[in-house]
């Protein structure tokens, strides 16, 4: 449990010991044993991290939080755990401005950063500047990569249900907007759209991965298809985006390997006002 508390309810003297702490953190954190070697393997309770909202402390029954367990123990040869992308301190998440952090820290040489998960499968990180390029979307705190779309493969019940609901969806939309029904098109898009959403969380093939991946394919290739279909009703509205996502979801057929995707809708970034 985390708990966040106002700087004021803390002493001084606690509070300059949380700035060395975090200061340290700063220099250790490239490490995996970093957190483990500062505390000497265990987080006391309700140690205090200065955060913008005050600061925060984890609670453990136990009386600390054991960081020499598998959670923050590399379990594999790419020298990450758990805790590469949970940090204590910033409430056992990671935020952009984390793995811009440990980028710098490191030169791009943090477990974060590993290959598989760079901008493209065959990155470029024979410089500093190659790898700032070649993992400028990790350091936003965005995944995105290239593969095989998967086949929809044995359908079950709830396969079947959801890609008839999206088959429906597109077949009521074409109808309302030959009727200039728009709102009705745009209600059945996004009712399918929201149980999509609920039956990947239902299914939720990132556990699948390690239990069933013949499964973890079905719903994934069930999936692009809802997504196609839906793409399909929503064309008329949004003709740009949705042609967009239909190449790209058909560059995928007959097991091509899909390209490096990028956003349908790019983030808006707003520039700070001056003060």
Known sequence: MNRSRSLKSRPPGILLTTLGVVAALAGAGAQADGLADLFDGQLPNNFPFLNGAGTAATFSTAGFVDLTNQFHVPQGTNGRSCESCHL????????????????????????????????????????LQAKRASYSML??????????VPAKGALDAAD????????????????????????TALAAII???????????????????????????????????AIRELAEAILPIIPESAQRLIAFIDSGKDGQAIEQPTPIFPRLELEEEAA
């Open 191 to 225: 009712s399918v759209v929201a149980e999509a959403d609920r039956y990947f969380d239902r299914q939720a093939p990132w556990a699948l991965r390690k239990t069933d991946p013949a499964r973890m394919e079905a719903v994934l290739g069930t999936l692009v298809v």
């Open 139 to 148: 350091r936003k705190g965005l995944f995105r990569r290239g593969g095989n």
């Open 160 to 183: 079947r249900d959801i890609l008839a609901q999206a088959e429906a969806a597109l077949s009521v939309a074409r109808k309302a907007m030959s009727e200039q029904a728009i709102h």
């Open 88 to 127: 204590p301190q910033v409430g056992w998440s990671i935020r952009p401005v984390d793995v811009e952090l440990k980028f710098l820290l490191t030169q791009g040489n943090d477990p974060i950063f590993n290959p598989q998960d760079a901008n493209s499968p065959t990155p470029d990180v024979s410089s």
